[in-house]
């Protein structure tokens, strides 16, 4: 391409050309690349659109104001409730269960694994750990209906087969590497001198876990619970197997519930004529969820921002 | 004074003791915690392995899935699954990775990259149910490619890209600055610097983000049924140039489909236990997929470790 027989003007020419041509390949490339980067902002735009678009029919059909309050979720029924607090309870319900679990286990092996456990502990038991996220939730739900339930009808007599307890329990175990992870990544960012400090007057480990290393890191902590919640919120496959699919306005975790993801799982099942109401409730169901954990989200963000300790 | 010195002396070590039972104590709880996850986990493997192991025959891997529980396999399953992972995989690895060079390498301070970020972090916590709500308004009825492979490849792709794109950044980040000087002193354009230095350096964390994204992607359930993925399916996507009519190259993206952890569901919840055999036996197979998968990732994140220093 570069002519060594041309010289002077015509070659400095030629070169200013070349640079022209490799500016504008930089352009292209450069639009390629945020155009890819703006497909997650299409994702999010997609998903609001779709979800405004077919709750606004069914907010249509359905006033609002029943779809908050309506005691009953009886939308395929002839005589159709739309009453999302039944959802909501066990979404409430089971979310409750598996954080109970998740939180106090999840920071007592952070607070272990990063201030107590030696490095060789570390190493080999966080991966372990990390394994519980990695396998796919269809699988703890198997383990949830399957093992956990007959195990927990040994303790309680009159568990029913499907119930809320035992996919809650197994769920809480799922989201323990997530709270844990969260939660000791924050408090090893907690720098060293503060805990030569607490230790320098005397103080044990766990005094200085609890009292220097757990404050300082508490805008991580506690984005690492609100991970969890949104996690145990947006869970669907083992409770759409373990918990049963009936709606069931209770908040007492023995008995079988839907929640708002399993409901919507059970609609998938069946064959609901696209654009029939019925097949709108799942996206109206599904624009609450988003809503929720959105909140639960932006929660996070603010938290972090709020009580970031700066070192 | 000196009894008073004494009694102090022994109320500080009774102090010191309680203190240090307190230490031990936690010590003692951090263990017991970590054993309910290990436990859990180990639990979960024996029970799976017991009941579903003997029903891991060759007969399994080649047979589709049938009314009766003994002649029934996993064969409609895994290629569906691996099918859909290559659409995923198609879509996911390009635009991820590119989105992650655009994010880390080209990206000004304005508000299009703010947006982008905030973006990218509020999608990872989205339910991944939610994805499937939007293939299925979108992908499979407002675009018409129907209850395919290719609309469930497309919602993974979607659902694991924020993952990508992550991973990406944070193994671009790693490579330290002078790489980037040195070629742009060589007078390299910023892509002969991304695509001869960053790329190829940034490689194996890239790879283990993908490879972790995937292993997510291959055990989801729950968006792939909400598209409405059919759980009875005993045929297989059609073989380009096969068959009467011969098949389009492209004809097997189009056509239904089951996936591994569709399959599982489905015997689950069937109530004969002859079927909770077969969900054992192939949820024994998933994880093996994905655990395979993710212990890939981590031996790759080790090596990559071991052998760069910059």
Known sequence: MADPTLTGDARLAQLAQAKVRRKRREKVIEMVLLLAACVSVFTTVGIVYVLLRESLDFFSHVPLWDFLTDSQWTPLFSDAHFGITVLLSGTLTSSAVALCIAIPLGTIIAIYLSEFAGHK?????????????????????????????PLLQKIFPELPGFNVLSAGLVMGIMIIPYVSSLSEDAMRAVPMSLREGSYAMGATRFQTAVKVVVPAAVSGIASAYILGVSR????????????????????????????????????????????????????????TLMVITLGFNLLGHWMRRRFREAY | ???????????????????KRWDALFGVLGILSLMVGVLTLAALFT??????VPRLTGDFFTSFPSRRAANAGILSAWVGSILVMLVTAFFAVPVGIYGGIYLEEYARKNWITTVIEINISNLAGVPSIVYGLLALGLFVYTFGLGQSILSAGLTLALL????????????????????????????????????????????PGILTGVIIGMARAIGETAPIITIGALTFIAFLPPVPGMGEPAAGLFDWLFSPFTVMPIQIFNWTSRPDP??????????????????????????LRFRMRKNISW
């Open chain 1, 232 to 287: 145990a919120v947006g869970e669907t496959m083992i409770l759409a197997v373990a918990a049963g699919m009936q709606p069931n306005l209770t908040f007492n975790p023995m008995e079988p519930a839907a929640t708002i993801t399993s409901y919507i799982v059970q609609v998938a099942l069946g064959d609901l004529p696209h654009g029939s109401v019925g097949y709108q409730t799942i996206f109206a169901a599904g624009l």
């Open chain 2, 160 to 203: 694991i890209l924020p993952i990508v794109i992550v991973t990406t950044r944070e193994a671009l980040r790693a490579i330290p600055r002078h790489v980037r000087e040195g070629a742009y002193a060589c007078g390299a354009s910023q892509w002969q610097v991304v695509h001869d230095h960053l790329i190829p350096y940034g490689m």
């Open chain 2, 1 to 19: 004074m000196a009894a008073n010195t004494d009694s102090r002396t022994a109320e500080l070590r009774r102090l010191i003791r309680k203190a």
């Open chain 1, 121 to 149: 502990t570390r190493e080999t038991l966080k991966p372990t750990l990390e394994l519980l996220s990695g396998v796919p939730t269809i699988i703890y739900g198997y383990f949830a209906l399957l093992f956990v339930t």
């Open chain 2, 274 to 299: 002859a079927f909770h055999q077969n969900a054992a036996a192939a949820s024994f197979v998933l994880v093996f997929m994905t655990l395979g998968m993710n212990a890939l990732a981590i031996w």
């Open chain 2, 47 to 52: 029970g799976m392995a017991i009941d579903g």
